[in-house]
């Protein structure tokens, strides 16, 4: 009988250390996931976010003025060079979204085009004036050249981040 009982206690304390063991091993894949992004802005998480392919179904979907909150994950195209104060990216359509920043209440590090990054916020439609799109052309560090093609208002696709998670 005490062959039994020492039979089960040591059965138990193996299932006992083999169930610790797996969620140490959880718990290190989270931390590990979560350090892959460095936050910005509101803390959010990553979870749920649409693929930039999605995301631009949606805006191909939607006129002017109309606006959905969203969660988006995508690669950055470009970054103001002046503060970070506004970036672009990449919709995988040919299209872009221009991220602009809730209060102006964060920036961007300038040297992050080609990064992914998962954005939170309202996502709308908008026509940007030809002085804006002249502005943020100045800010991208395009030529007078360049600027000076700029003549026609521009319905673009815009998004107004709250909080922005950047990949490392």
């Not at 749920?48 to 006129?63: I, P």
């Not at 606006?67 to 470009?78: C, F, G, L, P, W």
């Not at 990216?89 to 040919?94: A, D, I």
């Amino acid at each position: 009988m005490k062959k039994h009982l020492i039979f089960v206690f040591v059965f138990a304390l193996f299932l006992g250390c083999d169930a610790q063991k797996k969620n140490e091993n959880k718990e290190a894949e989270k931390t590990t996931d979560e350090m892959a992004y460095v936050s910005i802005g509101k803390e959010i998480i990553a979870d749920d976010a649409l693929a930039a392919d999605r995301m631009a179904m949606h805006y191909e979907s939607m006129k002017v003025g109309d606006t959905v909150d969203s969660k988006m994950i995508a690669k950055v195209d470009e970054v103001c060079q002046a503060k970070g104060c506004w970036m672009k990216l990449n919709l995988k359509n040919g299209e872009q979204v221009m991220v602009k920043f809730k209060d102006y209440g964060f920036f961007m590090p300038k040297d992050i085009a080609g990064k992914e990054v998962v954005i939170n916020g309202k996502a709308f439609v908008e026509e940007m004036s030809v002085e804006d799109q002249k502005h943020f052309a100045k800010d991208a560090g395009q030529s007078e050249e360049e600027i000076a093609t700029i003549t026609t208002v521009k319905k673009t696709y815009a998004f107004e981040a709250d909080g922005v998670l950047l990949k490392q």
